[in-house]
Nanobody, 118 residues
């Protein structure tokens, strides 16, 4: 079973910063678009950011200007830099890998909790 391993979650005060990391097996990372989603209790999982194999990034409007996604192909790791965090950013953040060729398999991490509270 493919595992995406997330790290970096935790508690931060409003206005603070966190960086999430997600490591994937090279066999998957090298052929997958990587991204981050988040979910709060009772709500659907929400797309936050994505980055293509070539490094082209897209960010959800709700976090644009505050969050940055990047990938290090040498380390098979994708990052989510989160600045100016707000209480509404609190959620479980999930790393996602979407294979860019058939069968377009979706891979998920186990999730990491981000809490924003004073």
């Amino acid at each position: 079973q493919v595992q995406l391993v997330e790290s970096g979650g935790g508690m931060v005060q409003p206005g603070g910063s966190l960086t999430l990391s997600c490591a994937a097996p090279r066999s998957i990372f090298s052929i997958s678009r990587m991204g981050w989603y988040r979910q709060t209790p009772g709500k659907q999982r929400e797309w936050v950011a994505g980055v293509t194999i070539s490094g082209m990034a897209n960010i959800a409007d709700s976090v644009k200007g505050r969050f940055t996604i990047s990938r290090d192909n040498a380390k098979n790791t994708v990052y989510l830099q989160m600045n100016s965090l707000k209480p509404e950013d609190a959620a479980v953040y999930y790393c996602n890998g979407l294979r860019s060729s058939p069968p377009y398999t979706n891979y998920w991490g186990q999730g990491t909790q981000v809490t924003v509270s004073s």
